[in-house]
């Protein structure tokens, strides 16, 4: 099963330990504690069910944590779970710290895209991180902000008598991310309708252009000229001014879904994602928005047991990394030779290792 590699700095889990609501608290029966009672449980899980935690002082001295009267339980589930193989798995490394405060190297060349960063440092500094490099990056301040983005699972049903006339709507949605494939067979299709569908698209969901990073794009495609397409494409960024210089076209018929995929989140659509034309709905059809670390389980308590995996929760995490596998075959297998060319551009994106 795949696990999520979330570099964490003590300081970050002592506050996250310290903001969990009480057991008083919970039963007043208040929708906000209740709320944020469940995400911190989910967190929690998260962290000892489905990652690597990588933290940034020695062993001994988390041993040494675990007689803390506030933290120290939270400390021993995390141990006692790390002993089961399916679960997370506990590193100990300095040094990779200093490379994530003092070296831009270690984001640009990071070789797991889907990394999360809970990192002892202001909001503004977090955001600096994210704004660089593509990557989430939570402060220990900001902690109920923003874990509900892991755990929300949104349909939005685009009907032809809905008030959503554009791809607007999806902006809700834009989040930190430096790598994104778009698989849709008749996204080129029709010409004429590209800016109004894929460009807005892309205008509503990218996030600010990296200031020290770059942002891969990948479309898979079915597509009769797959040179005229790519050019078309190229002329539609440039006019609307997005700067995608890693672009690349795959002119594919082997995936006749249509999903979305970033670092973080997985979108899907029955119909595809021309869904609009001169400002009103040309197709009817649920659009589904899962970050991948939503997992499809009973509610638990954090201590709850068993403390492995439980057999019927369904990960996204690994639904989307088979989709990627997938999505690998394919690039790897397009050629630029012969009567048909079947891809433009450098086949790179950050998602898919070769």
């Known amino acids: 099963m ?75 589930i995390l141990i006692k779970r790390s002993q089961v193989k399916e679960n997370s798995d506990l590193f100990f490394n300095g040094d990779v710290f200093e490379q994530i405060t003092e070296d831009e190297d270690f984001f640009i060349n990071l070789s797991n895209p889907n990394s999360l960063f809970l990192l002892n440092m202001d909001e503004e500094k977090s955001k600096e991180i994210e704004n660089n490099f593509g990557y989430i990056c939570i402060s220990k301040e900001s902690i109920y902000k923003r874990i509900p983005f892991f755990f929300n699972y949104n349909q939005v049903d685009i009907q032809r008598d809905s008030t959503i006339k554009s791809w607007e709507f999806i902006s809700k949605f834009k989040h ?61 960024l440039k006019d609307s001014n997005i700067d995608l210089s890693n672009f690349t076209l795959i002119n594919s018929k082997k995936e006749h879904n249509r999903n979305i995929i970033t670092n973080y989140l997985w979108i899907s659509s029955d119909y595809g994602f021309t869904l609009f034309n001169k400002n009103k709905v040309a197709k009817s059809t649920p659009v589904r928005f899962v970050p991948i670390t939503f997992i499809n389980d009973a509610y638990s308590d954090y201590n709850s047991e068993p403390i492995n995996r439980i ?44």
């Not at 570099?7 to 506050?15: G, Q, R």
């Not at 009480?22 to 208040?30: F, P, R, Y």
């Not at 930190?176 to 849709?184: A, G, M, T, V």
């Open 2 to 76: 795949g696990k999520f590699y979330l570099y964490t700095h003590i300081e970050f889990l002592k506050e996250f330990f310290k903001i969990r609501p009480s057991q008083i608290e919970v039963e007043l029966l208040d929708d906000l504690i209740m709320q944020n009672q469940e995400l911190w449980n989910r967190f929690f899980n998260l962290m000892s069910k489905r990652s690597n935690l990588i933290f940034n002082i020695e062993k001994k001295d988390f041993i040494k944590l675990t007689t803390n009267n506030s933290i120290g339980k939270y400390l021993k």
């Open 176 to 236: 930190p991310f430096n790598s994104i494939i778009i698989n849709d067979p008749y996204i080129l299709k029709e010409p004429d309708k590209i800016k109004e569908n894929l460009i807005s698209l892309l205008e509503n969901i990218l996030p600010p252009k990296l200031n020290k990073n770059n942002i891969f794009l990948t479309i898979i495609t079915d597509c009769s000229d797959t040179s005229y397409c790519y050019n078309r494409v190229i002329k539609e």
């Open 311 to 354: 057999e019927n929760e369904t990960s996204i995490y690994d639904s989307y990394l088979n989709l990627l596998k997938k999505y690998k075959g394919i690039i790897e297998g397009a050629s630029d030779n012969g009567v048909l060319v079947q891809f433009k551009g450098s086949k790179k994106n950050r998602l898919i290792k070769f």
